[in-house]
């Protein structure tokens, strides 16, 4: 019998996006800027971790707080994203437009997962 791994997009998207905010920490920090790099790697990386464990989750509460919280994270990590760039800090950084369009798209897709969990939460209680 073949097992088959299953893909899960928001998994590897929220890692791949903590990896370029680890190379955009280490730029910035290149560039004397440490007090927002610092929020942005805190607030970056913690995407994926809470996403992770919410694949852990206990109940689909449970993975609806957890994804709740990666939702948040990801908000404050486009607020960050945003402040470096209208401040000059990102203006030579080589992979800014990737940043954008991978935070926005795991925002979205958040949005997405925890709306869809909420409706089908709400069916299998009313049942």
């Given at each position: 019998m073949v097992s088959v791994i299953k893909k899960n997009e928001i998994?590897?998207?929220?890692?791949d996006f903590a990896l370029e905010i680890v190379r955009v920490t280490k730029y910035l920090?290149?560039?004397n800027e440490f007090v927002m790099s610092n929020q942005l790697l805190r607030s970056g990386t913690s995407i994926?971790?809470?996403?992770?464990?919410?694949?852990a989750a206990q109940s689909k509460n449970d993975f609806i707080a957890k994804m709740?919280?990666?939702a948040k994270e990801a908000k404050?990590?486009?607020?960050w994203l945003k402040l470096l760039d209208k401040?000059?800090?990102?203006n030579k950084y080589r992979n800014e437009t990737i940043l954008f369009e991978k935070i926005q798209s795991i925002?979205?897709?958040l949005s997405k997962i925890i709306k869809t969990s909420k409706v089908k939460s709400s069916i299998i209680n009313n049942q």
């Open positions: 998994l590897d998207l929220s890692f920090k290149s560039k994926g971790a809470n996403i992770s464990e919410a694949q709740s919280i990666a404050e990590t486009e607020y401040s000059g800090y990102l925002v979205k897709l």
